[in-house]
């Protein structure tokens, strides 16, 4: 299209010209304000809103790039509220309109819409008020499909721009222009039309995943010469994200984080995630024992304890809520300083929601997760009956397990985001300790695994987590030990390389139901087979701390990456020579 026609943003601005754009000094701020409290019954803007409102309300053309959840609909409804005439909203599907239509009416905001499934009289109506000044409504809603197909809306569009009463046109989910997009809709090519047809209303384009090239091109599609593009990222700058281990033998996580609250977080506001009920009462009660300010929260407390665990903690009465999920609606602290996981949360979106309480005020703020062996299994049963639960749980526990990627790229790629590698700042544990891990062979530690779980196969046994592992380790029944090979690796180590089995798929997880509980047991996972073939080998990253003096010589010499198996003596292990290598003494053929 010919973007001369269109007279949009004008030039590109500068990081300081847009700055202006996040004052509240506007013709139309004090409006703004009141419309926000008083018809949105909000208090206040999330980020970007604000810039996004003022933008839009200055007549700029604009890409919002937001995750979704995170407000968009009100960077467009707001202004609509504030303005003369209507803003015409393109919509994909007819029941987000429909949701859509439903929340104004709640707020008593006057909404239309018009789809194919628009009665007549209805349609009719519509499209006399759209010119007619006294017209109530100050939003309508329309299909792409309508703005191609119906020429009597073009025609009663083009009477209300010449009226005056087309105030701003909000194109949602607009990477449905791009065939580059993932849900390219063939009705969104065609809506250069309304930018060629009516260049002075400001289009505001929405969208939750759109690379650049996608907005380009839907730029492009839209005729919009020069709108601004404002994103959102996932990546929230201000957060710290820490993973701590968590030793399955021992409450040493608790004591750990009454220290770090004591001293890292004196005086300050947050929260320590549980995973259930009853952990939230004893994590509490623990840590009020060490002399913290906790209290605990979760959806079986009755309902004036929990809004009064909830005020009290807002006004800094209480300094910790150890809380289960339940505490989330509606927690809106500006100064939560740390969100502490005392156990893994079951998915990756669980988990940026949950630390994402930290920080709103966009101060530094942590997030530090325990990870522990056992809970990956109390979490797997939890959601055994979802339908990718498992699959979910295991991108945390591939978030948690990492530790040569940066964490925040981890949740990037995760949420489909384009990641660049500057754009964590050292603010993970990561980044920051940068090279501290080796590649470690662990074909013959997978191999010594699976014939642990084969052998109690062959005798019609299941075998849970803690069972694989005491069986390697050498702890399990005398007879038993005889036919397996153990390992002198420490637990620690043990349990993280059976868990890079499971989330590499040499394991897999096997559930047995009763009435009162469901067991989780280890299986042979679909690629355990390939063990069979004498060439294939398997590794792991493993953090470097806790290896043994020799490893440490070598990395010392310059040798980033040091591939070791465990033909050699293994130097994950302990190094003590008192201890024979148990490849010599306890195997014994089958
Ligand atoms: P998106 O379109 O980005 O996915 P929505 O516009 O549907 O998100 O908004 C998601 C939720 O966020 C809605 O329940 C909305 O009321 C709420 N919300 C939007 N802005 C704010 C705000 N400034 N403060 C609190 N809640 C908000
Ligand atoms: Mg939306
Ligand atoms: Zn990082």
Request: aromatic content about 8%; charged content about 25%.
């Amino acid at each position: 299209c010919d973007s001369t026609q269109a007279s949009g943003s004008g030039p590109a601005m500068t990081k300081q010209e847009l700055l202006r754009y996040e004052n509240d000094d506007f013709s139309w701020s004090t409006e703004l304000e009141q419309n926000l409290k008083d018809v949105f019954q909000l208090s206040t803007f999330r980020p970007l809103q604000l810039k996004a409102i003022n933008l839009s309300m200055s007549g700029k053309d604009l890409f919002l790039v937001m995750p979704t959840g995170r407000g968009k609909s009100l960077c467009y409804q707001l202004p609509a509220v504030c303005s003369e005439g209507f803003t015409l909203v393109v919509t994909p599907l007819v029941s987000l309109m429909e949701d859509q239509l439903m929340y104004l009416k709640s707020i008593d905001v006057e909404a239309v819409s018009l789809n194919a499934s628009s009665s007549k009289e209805h349609a009719k109506m519509v499209l006399a008020e759209m010119t007619d000044s006294k017209a109530p409504f100050k939003l309508l809603y329309v299909t792409p499909e309508k703005i191609a197909k119906s020429k009597l809306l073009m025609s009663r569009l083009e009477k209300a721009y010449n009226a005056g009463r087309l105030s701003r046109i909000a194109v949602d989910e607009v990477h449905c222009c791009s065939q580059w997009g993932h849900d390219f809709r063939p009705d969104y090519k065609l809506l250069g039309i309304l930018k060629r047809q009516f260049p002075k209303v400001p289009l505001l384009g929405l969208t939750a995943t759109a690379t650049g090239s996608v907005l380009k091109d839907c730029q492009k599609i839209l005729c919009v010469p020069e709108p601004i593009t404002l994103t959102a990222s996932f990546n929230r700058t201000n957060l710290y994200y820490e993973v701590r281990l968590k030793d399955s033998n021992s409450d040493d996580s608790v004591s750990d984080i009454s220290a770090l609250i004591k001293e890292r977080y004196k005086d300050q506001s947050g929260i320590v995630y549980v995973f259930s009920q009853k952990d939230a009462e004893t994590v509490s009660a623990d840590l009020q024992g060490k002399g913290v300010n906790a209290s605990p929260y979760h959806a079986n407390m009755n309902p004036e304890d929990k809004s009064q665990v909830h005020r009290k903690w807002a006004t800094n009465k209480i300094q910790v809520v150890v809380a289960t999920v339940a505490f989330g609606m509606g927690i809106d602290k500006a100064d939560v300083r740390f969100v502490i996981h005392h156990t893994i949360s079951k998915s990756i979106e669980n988990y940026y929601q949950e630390s994402g309480r930290a920080g709103r005020d966009d101060k530094p703020a942590d997030c530090i997760v325990y990870f522990g062996f056992n809970d990956i299994f109390r979490i797997s049963t939890m959601v055994v009956m979802e339908n990718v639960g498992q699959q979910k749980l295991l991108t945390m526990v591939d978030y948690c397990q990492n530790v040569d990627r940066c964490r925040r790229s981890v949740i990037a790629v995760h949420f489909d985001e384009v990641w660049d590698d500057e754009g964590c700042n050292e603010m993970c544990d990561v980044c920051r300790h940068g090279n501290d891990y080796i590649t470690v062979d662990i074909t013959q530690h997978a191999k010594d695994v699976v014939q642990i779980v084969e052998l109690a196969g062959s005798l019609d046994e299941k075998l849970t987590p803690l069972k694989v592992t005491e069986a390697w380790m050498g702890k399990g029944p005398a007879k038993r030990r005889k036919m397996i090979q153990t390992t002198t690796l420490s637990r620690l180590e043990v349990e993280a390389i059976i868990t890079s089995l499971l989330l590499q798929g040499y394991l897999s997880e096997d559930f047995s139901f009763t009435p009162y509980t469901t067991y989780f047991y280890l299986k042979l996972g679909g690629k355990a087979p390939l063990l069979k073939n004498q060439s294939h080998s398997i590794t792991m990253k493993m953090r470097r701390t806790g290896l043994d003096a020799n490893t440490e010589d070598q990395l010392a010499a310059g040798i980033k990456e040091v591939v070791v198996t465990s033909q050699s003596p293994p130097p994950v292990a302990p190094n003590d020579s008192s201890t024979p290598h148990p490849r010599h003494n306890k195997l014994i053929k089958m």
